[in-house]
């Protein structure tokens, strides 16, 4: 029996990546934490570093010694929780704390808090470090919106916090940053989200490509009579004679349980049957010119993200690992 097929496209990725650049008027790194946001970054990053990306960013050691591995010596690999003193020589530590930034002595990333509360030295401390450094870096906590106020606030601090580290190169934005305007450049920006397809500009039309598509197979079509209920809780009732088609893929492989649908087959949008299942998920397909044998439930993830109440971060990371993966142009 067929499973899902999660397709990702990686010209569009890397097309994303060098729209990132452009906008930023600076090169960009490539934030490939979480797997590259659930799509594999053992195919993103080689495709990546192959259009001349030279800079990637993880969560932890452990991604960052698995994607030296993929990509061999050359690009740098920053690991953004940090590690201690030595302990992986192929990786280079993001400096979170005075402490940690004291007792480096190997090139490394200084990363600043300017408003986050989350990682990184304090702005207004004056770390101490023997490091040779990379580059200083902080990160903003409401780039996707602009006017929030914060975001002066954190590039004043940083601006104020860099220039006690003459010469060093600064890496400011995120994905939502890049669009924020010039007072957000830096030498360096960080993408990761856009470059995986998600609007980087609430509410405004996404700049960037689609880059996933999810279709789930058609496991079974059923006729229900109308009156007849569908699902966990009887939560559908067919309001006619309708056809329902049950496809292979529930709450459990990512797809979130408060989606509302739609879904899409044979060319048009099929709403949702009743409640999402752990492994299964039903469709109203009566009115597609063709029984179908795919259902289309991941095309524009930041519309299955609002709809389900939640972001496309989350939604890419989640996507389940029982799906065959396919990478368009690799
Ligand atoms: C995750 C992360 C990024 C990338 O953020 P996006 O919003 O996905 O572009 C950049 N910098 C840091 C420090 C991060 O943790």
Redesign the pocket.
Same mark, same amino acid.
């Given at each position: 029996m067929d499973t899902g097929r999660l397709r990702v496209e990686l010209p569009a990725i890397v097309r994303n990546w060098r729209r990132c650049a452009a906008a930023h008027g600076a090169p960009a790194?490539a &934030?490939v934490?979480a797997d590259a946001?659930g799509l594999g970054a053992a195919r993103v990053a080689p495709a990546l570093a192959a259009a001349g990306c030279r800079h990637f960013?993880v969560?932890t050691p452990a991604e960052g010694e698995a994607l030296r591995d993929t990509l061999g010596e050359g690009p740098m690999i920053a690991v953004?929780d940090g590690f201690a003193p030595g302990a992986h020589p192929r990786l280079t530590p &993001?400096l979170n704390t005075p402490e940690r930034a004291a007792a480096e002595t190997a090139p490394a990333i200084l990363?600043i808090d300017t408003g986050m509360n989350?990682?990184g030295v304090p702005h207004d401390a004056a770390p101490e470090t023997r490091a040779p450094l990379l580059f200083v870096?902080?990160?903003?906590a409401v780039?996707?919106e602009p006017a929030h106020a914060l975001n002066a606030v954190q590039a004043r601090r940083f601006a104020a916090a860099a220039a006690r580290f003459p010469g060093v190169a600064r890496?400011f934005?995120?994905?939502?940053?890049?669009f924020l305007g010039a007072g957000f450049r830096s030498d360096l920006a960080?993408?990761?989200?856009?470059?995986?397809g &998600?609007n980087?500009t609430p509410g405004q039309p996404n700049p960037m490509e689609p880059v996933v598509t999810l279709d789930l197979p058609v496991l079974q079509l059923r006729r229900v009579p109308a009156g007849e209920s569908v699902g966990y809780g009887a939560a559908w009732v067919a309001g006619r004679d309708s056809l329902v088609a049950t496809v292979a893929g529930g709450y459990a492989d990512g797809i979130p349980r408060g989606w509302r649908g739609p879904g899409l087959a044979e060319g048009l949008a099929v709403p949702l049957a009743g409640r999402i299942s752990m492994d299964l998920m039903m469709f109203d397909v009566t009115d597609c010119p063709r029984p179908p044998e795919w259902v289309r439930v991941l095309g524009a993830v930041d519309a299955v993200a609002e709809s389900a109440g939640t972001i496309g971060?989350e939604v890419l990371t989640r996507l389940g690992r029982r799906f065959a993966r396919g990478y368009g142009g690799a």
């Open positions: 790194a &934030v934490k946001y960013f969560a953004l &993001v990363h989350r990682l870096m902080t990160h903003l780039a996707e890496s934005a995120n994905s939502s940053g890049i960080r993408p990761g989200a856009a470059l995986y &998600v980087p971060y």
